[in-house]
Each structure stands twice: as structure tokens, then as C-alpha cells.
């Protein structure tokens, strides 16, 4: 069990490009989450999938994101034409979806993002 | 909707201190309990967890018991290290929100220890 990874681990890109995260969750979980966290912010939940079937977005997720699960492993999550206000730090989580584990998530280390 | 308010920091003790941060919440069902910690540089870690009512979760010495009266569940440790320094989250996950079951999280309070 490697745990979750994500890449890049930090993007520095200008305003009004388009970036890609990605994230691997650990191995035998099914249910996937997005948040991003400010400074001095707790994290905020972005969007979730459950194998590739995307089932929630939150009312954060404007329509300048996406994100896709295309095989029910990895996933990306893709901003376009970014903005200042896209700066954060972007978490990804996995868990099993067994009520007796509590839905427990496991958290990456995150992608820092900065848009100059 | 549901929310966590958290103890304001940031909070500085001198190491073998006794700990407590606080934590209520507002959650519309019968939401299960976290604490997840950050340490400088590293990603969110669980610490502990309380499914129910007086469910008490406890890890690395820490405790906090999940209090439906006061909707409550605060963290306590009664001798902190230097190594404890961190910023914690206290965190819940609610039946109510459908079936994501995604982490509501407080602001998060940033806990110093100086030897």
C-alpha cells in the first residue's frame, strides 16, 4: 500500500492557461474526492467519484473544471483558463465504501497550485 | 448545511502541557467524528475517529469523545511533545449529505509545542 499520490506536487503557471492534476488513489479503493484548501483554510470538497461515475460536484466546481475517472483508478482534474483566485492547494482522497470503516479518507500530499 | 467551528488559534504550550482544542458541529443527520492532523510540509493524516454518540476515539495519546448533547468533540492530550506540533482539523462526515459522505472541515488551529 503506497497511499495516495498526486502529481504534480507544485504548478506555477500564468493567467488564462489550462492546467492538469492527477491523482492515484490507494489501490483497492473505489470512492475518490477532490477539495482545495486556502491558507489558513480547512480543505472544501470540490467533487467525488465512486469507481469512474462521477457522482457530486460541489457548487465551488464552476464550470471552468473538470475532472474525469476513466477507468474507476486514477483521476485528473483539469482547470481551464485559470484565474488568480485558483490559487490553492489541491487535495485528493480515496477511501472503500464500507459504513463499518466510517467511509474513512486518505489524503495525498496535495498540488500547490500558484497562477501569477 | 452541516459546519465545524473550531478552536481559534494559533496555540503555543510548553512541552508535558496539557491539550485541548475545541470542537462543535452542526450536521442535519447522524454524522461520524475526525480529527486529521498536518504536519509542516506533509499531507492530512487521520488521527482519530467516533462514529456515535459517546464513542470515544483515541490515537498517539490523543483522545476526544463524540458528544451529542453539546455537539461537541474536543481533542485532548494531557502531555505534549514538541514532535506534536502541527496544525490539527476536526472534520465531519454526514449521512445527510447522500452518498459521497465528503469531510466537512473546521478552519483548523495551529498547535505549537516549545521544549
Known amino acids: 500500500d503506497t497511499g495516495v499520490s498526486q502529481n504534480p506536487r507544485h504548478k506555477i503557471t500564468k493567467r488564462g492557461q489550462n492546467v492538469t492534476f492527477r491523482c492515484d488513489p490507494i489501490?483497492?479503493?473505489?470512492?475518490l474526492y477532490w477539495y482545495r484548501q486556502t491558507l489558513g483554510q480547512g480543505p472544501e470538497f470540490l467533487t467525488y467519484?465512486?469507481?469512474?461515475?462521477?457522482?457530486?460536484k460541489s457548487r465551488l466546481l464552476s464550470d471552468r473544471f473538470s475532472a474525469e475517472r476513466p477507468k474507476g483508478s486514477f483521476s485528473t482534474l483539469e482547470i481551464q483558463r485559470t484565474e488568480q483566485g485558483d490559487s490553492a492547494m489541491y487535495l485528493c482522497?480515496?477511501?472503500?465504501?464500507?459504513?463499518?470503516?466510517?467511509?474513512?479518507?486518505?489524503f495525498g500530499p496535495g498540488t500547490r497550485l500558484t497562477v501569477t | 448545511g452541516d459546519s465545524v467551528t473550531q478552536m481559534e488559534g494559533p496555540v503555543t504550550l510548553s512541552e508535558e502541557a496539557f491539550l485541548t482544542i475545541n470542537c462543535t458541529y452542526t450536521?442535519?443527520?447522524?454524522?461520524?467524528l475526525f480529527w486529521y492532523v498536518q504536519y509542516p510540509g506533509e499531507g492530512l493524516q487521520l488521527l482519530l475517529k467516533?462514529?456515535?454518540?459517546?464513542d470515544k476515539g483515541s490515537n498517539k495519546g490523543f483522545e476526544a469523545t463524540y458528544r451529542k448533547e453539546t455537539t461537541s468533540f474536543h481533542l485532548e492530550k494531557g502531555s505534549v511533545q514538541v514532535s506534536d506540533s502541527a496544525v490539527y482539523f476536526c472534520?465531519?462526515?454526514?449521512?445527510?449529505?447522500?452518498?459521497?459522505?465528503?469531510?466537512?472541515f473546521g478552519s483548523g488551529t495551529q498547535l505549537t509545542v516549545l521544549p
Open positions: 482522497a480515496s477511501s472503500l465504501a464500507r459504513p463499518v470503516l466510517s467511509y474513512e479518507q486518505y
Open positions: 489501490s483497492e479503493h473505489n470512492r
Open positions: 467519484f465512486q469507481n469512474e461515475a462521477q457522482l457530486e
Open positions: 450536521a442535519t443527520g447522524y454524522p461520524s
Open positions: 467516533a462514529t456515535k454518540a459517546d
Open positions: 472534520a465531519l462526515s454526514d449521512q445527510g449529505s447522500g452518498s459521497a459522505r465528503q469531510l466537512t
